[in-house]
């Protein structure tokens, strides 16, 4: 399925992208893209969004295999024609594996996309990261268009 395959494509990209800042660049070294708004920036993240839960591994263990299935399992019941809503499945299945396979054979995630946004500096984060936040946006965006419909059609 091509849902299988946007995941696969994400990991593939969010691997070898902290392998790239792992390899070639000290951790705390960053790189300007867009000086005071984009940068790479190696930077290591031993618990969730924001740092939170530091160390707790078997935690996130437990609950990504849960998400895992969960996804897999909703996939495999998409009906055919659900594009958006099974694109965004496959990008936060490749999101949450792609974090997961850092924590399993890291203990850390490897985080480099630092952007500022107006004075604030938005914690760094990674393409697994992106490919969760955008999925969880698309499955937001098709509830709303979901929504119209039905209300549409009553």
Same mark, same amino acid.
């Given at each position: 399925?091509?849902?299988?395959i946007v995941a696969?494509? *994400?990991?593939? &990209?969010?691997q070898l992208?902290k392998?790239?800042? *792992?390899q $070639?660049?000290?951790?705390?070294?960053?790189?300007p893209i867009i000086? @005071? *708004?984009? $940068?790479?920036?190696?930077?290591?993240?031993?618990?969730?969004?924001? #740092?939170?839960?530091?160390?707790? +591994?078997? +935690?996130f $263990?437990i609950i990504?295999?849960? =998400?895992v299935? #969960?996804? =897999?399992?909703? &996939?495999q019941r998409?009906?055919?024609?659900e594009?958006?809503?099974?694109?965004?499945?496959g990008l936060?299945? #490749?999101?949450?594996i792609?974090? +997961?396979? @850092?924590?399993?054979f890291r203990?850390? =995630? *490897?985080? +480099?996309?630092?952007?500022?946004?107006?004075t $604030?500096s938005?914690? &760094?984060f990674?393409?697994?990261d992106s490919?969760?936040?955008?999925?969880v946006?698309l499955?937001l965006l098709?509830?709303l268009i @979901?929504?119209?419909?039905?209300?549409?059609?009553?």
């Amino acid at each position: 399925m091509i849902y299988y395959i946007v995941a696969l494509v *994400v990991i593939l &990209i969010d691997q070898l992208t902290k392998w790239l800042v *792992v390899q $070639y660049m000290e951790l705390g070294e960053s790189i300007p893209i867009i000086t @005071d *708004v984009l $940068y790479i920036t190696s930077h290591r993240n031993r618990g969730a969004a924001w #740092g939170i839960l530091q160390g707790q +591994f078997w +935690f996130f $263990y437990i609950i990504t295999v849960i =998400v895992v299935i #969960g996804l =897999v399992v909703y &996939i495999q019941r998409l009906p055919r024609g659900e594009k958006l809503f099974g694109t965004a499945l496959g990008l936060m299945l #490749g999101g949450a594996i792609g974090n +997961f396979i @850092d924590r399993l054979f890291r203990q850390e =995630v *490897v985080d +480099f996309i630092h952007t500022y946004i107006f004075t $604030y500096s938005f914690p &760094i984060f990674n393409i697994a990261d992106s490919a969760l936040c955008i999925g969880v946006s698309l499955v937001l965006l098709q509830t709303l268009i @979901d929504g119209r419909k039905e209300k549409e059609n009553a």
